[in-house]
């Protein structure tokens, strides 16, 4: 299994576009993107921040991508 890295909460966006999804929405201070098949997924988008281990966790499982994938995209 490939180490998580540590990322931006706008470099998981990045690469989420990259992967399909679009912006549906914002509230807040979180962007929900979805992709074409259907598959939703939130970004906590706090400024100079970090996201933690286990939100880059769930967004890579809610984009039903692997660690590998994420990574390549």
């Known amino acids: 299994m490939t180490k998580l890295p540590i ?3 706008q470099e998981a966006f990045k690469k989420l576009q990259k992967g399909g999804f679009c912006l549906d929405r914002i ?3 979180h962007y ?7 598959k ?11 996201l933690k281990k286990g939100t880059l966790v769930n967004i890579i499982k809610g984009a039903d991508l692997t660690v590998e ?4 995209l």
Request: hydrophobic letters at 40%; aromatic letters at 4%.
């Open 7 to 9: 990322i931006t909460p």
């Open 27 to 29: 509230k807040g201070s």
């Open 40 to 50: 939703q997924v939130v970004i906590p988008m706090h400024a100079g921040k970090t």
């Open 69 to 72: 994938m994420f990574l390549n």
């Open 32 to 38: 929900v993107l979805r992709h074409p098949n259907g």
